[in-house]
C-alpha cells in the first residue's frame, strides 16, 4: 500500500493523475512479466479522492501490433490520451520520451489540482516535483515500482506509492499469451 512520507490524504484533495505509460509498462513487464491493470492503478492512486484529469502519456510506434487496442483500452478506463509518434534518427537511434509534455501539463493543471500523481519512476521528473511543491504549493505523489524508481524521486515527494504492494494492478500473462507474444516477435 501507500507509504505516506510527509503528505496527508484528504478527502477533498482534487488529484490529477500523469502515467508515464512506457516507464510503467517495461518496468511492470521485466519484473514481473505482466501487464498494468490500469483502472486499479487508478483507484489506488487517488485513494477516494475526486479525480479532476488523468492523462496517459504514449508513444506510437509503427511496428506495434494491437497498439490500436491498447490505446482503446486506455480511453476505456477515463484515461485521456496523450500521443507521440515514435521518432527514429538517421543513425537508426530511437527516442520515445514525454518527460518534457508531461512537466508541462502538470504544470499547466496545478493551479487547479491539490494533488499531482505522477506514476513513473523517472528520476529525471526530481526538478518538476521540486517545482510543483516550493513553487505551487502543490502535494506531489509519485506512484512506481520500487526496484526501478530512482531513490532521488522517491525522496522528494510527499508521498511514494509502492505499486509492487498493490498486486491486484498486475495483470499476469497466460503462458499462451507469452508464446503468442513472443512468437510475433521472432517473426
Known amino acids: 500500500m501507500a507509504s505516506p512520507l510527509h503528505g496527508i490524504i484528504h478527502p477533498a484533495q482534487r488529484v490529477g493523475v500523469f502515467i ?20 486499479e492503478l487508478i483507484k489506488e492512486v487517488v485513494a477516494d479522492r475526486p479525480l479532476v484529469r488523468s492523462v496517459a502519456y504514449v508513444v506510437k510506434s509503427d511496428t506495434a501490433m494491437g497498439e490500436d487496442s491498447f490505446f482503446e483500452a486506455l480511453r476505456n478506463v477515463g484515461l485521456e490520451l496523450r500521443l507521440k509518434d515514435l521518432q527514429i534518427y538517421s543513425d537508426g537511434a530511437k527516442k520515445a520520451d514525454w518527460d518534457v509534455g508531461m512537466a508541462v501539463d502538470a504544470i499547466r493543471m496545478a493551479n487547479f489540482l491539490d494533488v499531482i500523481v505522477l506514476v513513473t519512476g523517472d528520476g529525471d521528473f526530481v526538478p518538476l516535483v521540486e517545482y510543483l511543491k516550493w513553487g505551487m504549493g502543490r502535494q506531489v505523489e509519485v506512484a512506481a515500482f520500487g526496484k526501478t524508481t530512482s531513490s532521488r524521486l522517491r525522496e522528494s515527494v510527499d508521498r511514494f506509492i509502492e505499486l509492487d504492494s498493490v498486486p491486484r494492478i498486475l495483470m499476469r500473462m497466460s503462458s499462451r499469451v507469452r508464446r503468442a507474444k513472443d512468437a510475433r516477435r521472432s517473426s
Do not use: E, G, T
Not at 512506457?22 to 491493470?37: C, F, G, M, P
Open 20 to 39: 508515464d505509460v512506457q516507464n510503467i509498462y517495461h518496468s511492470v513487464k521485466n519484473l514481473y512479466n505482466a501487464r498494468v491493470n490500469f483502472s
